[in-house]
């Protein structure tokens, strides 16, 4: 029943209290936006779920709540069905009592924190027993309150109030974290994009020089990509390579269009020089802080720098040509020492530079491109990969095909 005497006040509501200054305090120091100064919550307007064996009980609080301006309300006088409740209802605040037959109150606040949804209602314990052992027990369940039986009206009203008032902060601030994590997204997908379209642009740019349509460098993505596939990357990362392999040869730009361009074997100068393209490649993509102005640019560079698909267009563009046996160049690594997006690339540009017409060689026919690779073997190209090439033959020969200059 109701009491016309208050009895002492808990812990759990005077930080409630402080949690409500907190907020007002947050406000003042710009931590919260602007717009949370402005939140009037319908508090009368809320949904009072009432969770007791005593329907005398619930019928009196009821009657004082509604006098007071409250007008929702949903009473459960059977404790076993009181989650059932719960979870059609999504109550705004639950008045909750602890003695109860055959499921009690306890039961009721173990049960409602294994659940995502439901954990969030906020409790105000109405008990008898109202000990300190028991508050810190229904404290410790989740209850955002605790109230002795009698219940003093007016105390109940304001902890009511104040509950829902901080269950609508709250909830507001959820719905804003979740209104800024979709912003996030969303610009977030809209910068990746970009920054996808500007490297296809630039990796196109650069393999003008040599092959008018730029089709290489398309069919070298998408060819180390089903390697990458077929090697078992997730999608995220086979999306990335079909992108980054395609500037494995930006680097070309610095590089003489007489060597570039011979119509025949390079002597062993003019292949120091078209060895080059490799590092050439890597100082291009790869974001140095030297070039900011500014600390505004320095803080962008340093973002670039941490963009997977710009770190994985380096390592591509630099290792491209190293070899499985260390023969290759720039660095000469060998075996597992050179990255796996640039032995997946190398396979996939060997293949493509055999079976297209270049300017000092005509195409190959696909079986003695095969038999070439295959002859690689261990000591060019990585067994594995070279393996998963091979067992996705079929599906390089349709994307050629449809990527053909």
């Known amino acids: 029943m109701l009491a016309n005497q208050s009895t002492a006040s808990s812990n759990a509501s005077d930080a409630l209290i402080r949690l409500s200054e907190t907020s007002t305090d947050g406000l003042r120091k710009g931590i919260l936006p602007p717009e949370f100064g402005e939140v009037q919550p319908e508090l009368n307007g809320a949904v009072v779920m009432m969770v007791d064996d005593e329907p005398s009980t619930t019928d009196v609080v009821q009657m004082f709540l509604e006098e007071v301006g409250f007008e929702n309300f ?58 300190a052992e028991t508050k810190l027990r229904v404290l410790e369940l989740g209850a955002k309150d605790l109230l002795a039986k009698p219940v003093d009206p007016s105390e109940l009203e304001m902890r009511l109030r104040n509950t829902l008032a901080a269950k609508a902060y709250q909830d507001q601030l959820i719905a804003y974290s979740a209104s800024l994590e979709h912003q996030v997204r969303t610009r977030t997908a ?3 994009g970009a920054q996808r379209h500007i490297i296809r642009c630039l ?34 990362w086979v999306e990335m390579i079909e992108v980054a392999a395609q500037l494995h040869d930006i680097g070309k730009i610095g590089v003489s269009d007489t060597v570039l361009l011979k119509p025949g074997p390079l002597d062993p100068e003019e292949f120091e020089l078209i ?43 630099e290792t491209h040509h190293e070899k499985w046996d260390g023969s290759g160049y720039p660095r000469g690594l060998a075996g597992q020492d050179i990255p796996i997006a640039g032995r997946i690339t190398s396979v996939a540009d060997v293949y493509d530079a055999l079976s297209s017409e270049r300017p000092y060689k005509k195409a190959l026919p696909l079986g003695e491109c095969l038999d070439i690779l295959r002859d690689s073997r261990g000591s060019h190209f990585d067994p594995h990969v070279l393996d998963a090439f091979l067992a996705e033959a079929a599906e390089i020969v349709t994307v050629q095909s449809e990527l053909m200059d």
């Open 190 to 192: 809209e910068l990746e």
């Open 275 to 317: 060895k080059q393209h490799c590092e050439i490649g890597e100082n291009i993509i790869r974001p140095w802080s030297q070039e900011a102005r500014t600390q505004a640019e320095m803080d962008a560079l340093a973002a670039l720098a941490r963009s997977p698909i710009i770190r994985m267009a380096a390592v591509i563009a």
């Open 203 to 236: 990796a196109r740019a650069g393999e003008f020089r040599d092959n008018q349509t730029g089709k290489h460098v398309e069919r070298v993505g998408r060819f180390a990509g089903i390697i990458a596939k077929r090697l078992g990357f997730d999608s995220d």
């Open 74 to 131: 949903v009473t459960c006088n059977d404790s076993t069905r009181a989650m059932e409740s719960l979870v059609n209802e999504r109550p705004d605040v639950l008045l909750l009592d602890l003695k109860m037959p055959g499921v009690s109150g306890f039961d009721v606040l173990a049960a409602m924190q294994t659940d995502r949804h439901l954990k969030h209602i906020p409790v105000i314990v109405l008990t008898s027993t109202a000990d």
